[in-house]
């Protein structure tokens, strides 16, 4: 039980920070009230009610610790993530990757929020910052908090859209012109469905790709897409070969049926456990509808498909963290005033959850007289926030977890020449250091 008198702290948003902040206090025997608009304000992009909707992809990317998503998986499991776990109990076949059935894995998160005494979760609109809290609205925070956060943060939001990719029907796919394969083979070694393009087919494609008609943002609205989530229409524009070398990278992926890798394709991922529905791996799009019905028709095995979700562009809006952020993502006024989530400039929901158990961890430390903390730069966690700390706040952009934000190797390491370890050998050894490293910064908490 919690003695009477335990401090109460207040989580905006239900998304994967807010829920991941949210246990982080109640299991330090902080009392939350864990705050969602939702059913009362809808968005833009949310399809449900329930707490943890994934919106864009399925994937929570790579599992393997090589990888960096797959190293901020292992950090925040030794963190104690209650998001992870979820994630697991929900997983679908996806290779190399965890992805998840959407709705068994918002439902397992709402269920194990739910069951939390600590807890209580309130369906309202908040429109000024809370304190002590977490604010983790996400990049559809509404129009009133956005206000209230201009207000006390000087002007310094930003915003991008983002794009999501269809989902389709599996008994609507022409089969017999697709093949089951992981590239190279991992997870599964079938877990995704392949159309393979030949030269004359990827070049039709690519035209009916460009001429096609999109969506138009308003004049005032510029439209600083994340380069990491690019519609596939404007990867298109940059040059014909600019998809074959990202989403429709035919590497590893040989045609059983040949033996040979086709000059491209289009990977389908399993979105639900039965296997019903299916996500074009990378084509998130601005395509009007009926222009996503004749272009992505043209696919090899996808003449006749069903679309069970469009693609669609939403407005994403963004805090300039290195400009108005302090110490540990909390407000530069209020050491009590977290903030976690794609809101600070962190892409992927992984990153996204990640934020939300620290900052919680954060402000319980706070709220028990202790200072905040993060792991060092050395853990792909401490990199992350090292990142949103001391970026250039001029050409500050939206950052996923990557092995070029984490502190380099000694200089007694060679990169290059007689004795230097390889790419491959250089990776274990930045693997090896962070989860040392991590562990060293655990016990100190």
Partial sequence: MTPAGAPTATVVGGGLAGCEAAWALAERGVRVRLVEMRPLRRTPAHQGERLAELVCSNSFKSIETSNAHGLLKAELRRLGSLLLPCADEAAVPAGAALAVDREVFSRLVEERIGAEPLITVER???????????????????????EALTRRLGGASLAFYDAIAPIVSRESLREERLYALSRYGKGGGDDYLNA????????????????????????????????????????????????????????????????RE??????????????????????????????????????????????????????????????????????????RLFFAGQMTGVEGYTESLATGRLAGLNLARILAGRPPTVPPPTTMLGAIYRYLREADPANFQPMNANWGLVDPLPDTVPAKGRGAPGKDGRRRMLVTRAEQDFGAWLATL
């Fill in 262 to 335: 086709p000059w491209a394709v289009v990977q389908l991922r399993r979105e639900d456990r039965a296997g019903q529905m299916w996500n074009l791996v990378g084509f998130q799009t601005r395509l009007r509808i009926q222009e996503q019905q004749r272009v992505l028709r043209m696919i090899p095995g996808l003449e006749e498909v069903e679309f069970l979700r469009y693609g669609s562009i939403h407005r994403n809006t963004y805090l300039n963290a290195p400009l108005c952020l302090g110490e540990a993502l909390a407000a530069r006024d209020d050491s």
């Fill in 196 to 259: 393979p393009l030949d030269r004359e087919e990827y070049g039709r494609f690519i035209g009916a790709l460009v001429a096609a008609d999109q969506h138009q943002g308003h004049e005032f609205d510029p439209v600083p897409y994340f380069e990491g989530c690019l519609p596939v229409e404007e990867m298109a524009r940059r040059g014909p070969d600019t998809l074959r070398f990202g989403p429709m990278k035919p590497v590893g992926l040989a045609d059983p049926r040949t033996g």
């Fill in 124 to 146: 309202a609109e908040v429109t000024e910052l809370p304190s002590p809290g977490v604010v983790a609205t996400g990049p559809l925070t509404s129009q009133a908090l956005t």
